[in-house]
């Protein structure tokens, strides 16, 4: 389904992503982990073409994300993307928000978007807050909807970049709740997240980055079983990150 | 009154388009936006206003080779000027405001599926008016006054001027194009010592 090969990036002349290569088969979920700055937000926005890369390709569902004819609005319309800081419209009500895009882009009729915003509500059991402003909900409410939001839009595939990172504890669970059971339902994955937790209950892979490489690239179990296998670098990683 | 209003509402237009061009990746776009927008920013509003009714006519008689100046009514001169005028000063306050919109925003829009036109208008536009509403009242304001200011010079002084201007050929024009480009050379140094200023005393989000 997603499918980056030799993915290098820069700015200017500082070298962000260097040879990335993974894939994310359908039904997949890829966690990817590491330090800050090893450059997983990065890859991950380049998957939908929010950065763009230099060298290398994507590809996503055989569209090709780098090439300069492909329709990006169409192709970012099929990938949805959950991002740290929630990133709700605030000046738009709660389903408002749901609807915006898929009355503009998907073009649906005001009563089938509304339907399909509250019917997704309801699936993240925040059907109440649809005439609210994100403003007057918590993070891990916003962050839920704005799940909902990228569903509403029926993608074939789901980007997080760190999507509880910018949550108060008791709040991450709910919305980690939602993340395992759209992963239960088969779709197809690709988070940016330090909570192991979560890899290790629903992601199938673990790819683990570190400046700019990707360094681990391994079967859940394998990543979490066998740490004496694994990278220099992975192996700190690990033993920093899981003493919670 | 209703110069104000029209000046205001065609200052936004126009301003918050050459906010988007000035925003614009197209290098010359974005360079002739800033011209534009620097030029009538330097130049004190009255000087513009005799510029618009008396050079632009001859400009376009040697334009379309005619033999008599086109005589555009007082009226319609005062009402574009207004609006070419202030969409300037309305540009940088929409620039500000766009700019203040987290890029995120931008992100997620486009994460969604919307073309840049569709999160212009439906995402950042909205909150970059929000945000500098107090701000375009304060310069709406301004510009209230400066209608009144303009209205106390009766069009028939500029006729009487114009007439003066025939008698005695070029020579007050070239007075007053050198008048003009003192108050733009002050005017631009000044401006480029508040950037200057701003980018030290500049707080990185």
Redesign the interface.
């Known amino acids: 389904m997603i499918s980056i090969r030799n993915v290098s990036k820069w700015y200017g002349s500082f070298k962000v992503l260097s040879q990335c290569s993974t894939e994310v088969a359908k039904g997949q979920v890829v966690v990817v982990c590491g330090p800050s700055g090893s450059g997983k937000s990065t890859l991950i926005?380049c998957v939908?073409a929010?950065e763009p890369f230099q060298e290398g390709t994507i590809t996503v569902d055989g569209t090709s994300v780098g090439d300069p004819s492909t329709d990006?609005?169409?192709?970012?319309?099929?990938?949805?993307?959950v991002?740290q800081?929630f990133?709700?419209?605030?000046?738009l009500s709660i389903i408002d928000n749901l609807t915006?895009?898929q009355i503009?882009?998907?073009r649906r009729d005001r009563d089938t978007a509304t339907k399909k915003g509250l019917a997704l509500l309801e699936r993240v059991g925040l059907r109440e807050q649809a005439p609210k402003f994100p403003g007057q909900l918590s993070g891990g409410q916003q962050q839920r909807v704005a799940i909902a939001?990228?569903l509403c839009?029926d993608p074939i595939a789901m980007l997080f970049d760190e999507p509880t990172s910018a949550l108060d504890p008791e709040m991450i669970n709910e919305v980690l709740d939602v993340m395992v059971e759209l992963a239960s339902e088969g779709m197809t994955m690709m988070c940016v997240t330090h909570e192991m937790g979560f890899a290790r209950k629903v992601a199938h892979r673990v790819v683990f980055m570190d400046k700019g490489e990707i360094v681990e690239d391994v079967p859940t179990a394998e990543f979490f079983g066998n740490p004496a296998a694994r990278a220099e670098r992975a192996q700190q990683f690990l033993s920093k990150i899981l003493h919670h | 009154m209703q110069l104000t209003v029209v000046a205001a509402l065609g200052g936004t237009v126009f301003g918050t388009l050459l906010a988007l061009a000035r925003l614009s990746p197209a290098r010359p776009v974005q360079l002739a936006a800033g011209g534009y927008v620097n030029l009538m920013r330097s130049i004190p509003l009255l000087l513009v206003i005799f510029w618009f009714y008396f050079l632009v006519p001859v400009a376009l008689q040697s334009l379309t080779g005619a033999d008599r100046p086109p005589r555009i009514g007082a009226e319609r001169s005062a009402y574009i000027t207004f609006v070419m005028f202030e969409a300037a000063y309305f540009c940088e306050i929409m620039r500000a405001g766009i700019q203040s919109v987290s890029r995120g925003q931008q992100g997620a829009a486009f994460a969604l599926g919307l073309t840049y036109t569709q999160a212009m208008a439906n995402v950042i536009l909205p909150q970059a008016f929000r945000n500098m509403l107090p701000v375009l009242l304060t310069q709406t304001i301004i510009l209230f006054q400066d209608v009144s200011l303009v209205s106390l010079l009766n069009v028939t002084d500029f006729v009487g001027a114009a007439v003066k201007i025939a008698q005695r050929d070029s020579r007050i024009i070239e007075l007053y194009t050198f008048v003009a480009v003192v108050y733009f050379a002050l005017c631009y140094l000044l401006s480029e010592l508040v950037k200057r200023l701003q980018r030290r005393i500049a707080v990185v989000r």
């Open positions: 926005k939908n929010l990006l609005p169409r192709l970012r319309a099929r990938v949805g993307m991002f800081h990133e709700l419209f605030p000046h915006l895009a503009k882009v998907l939001r990228a839009m």
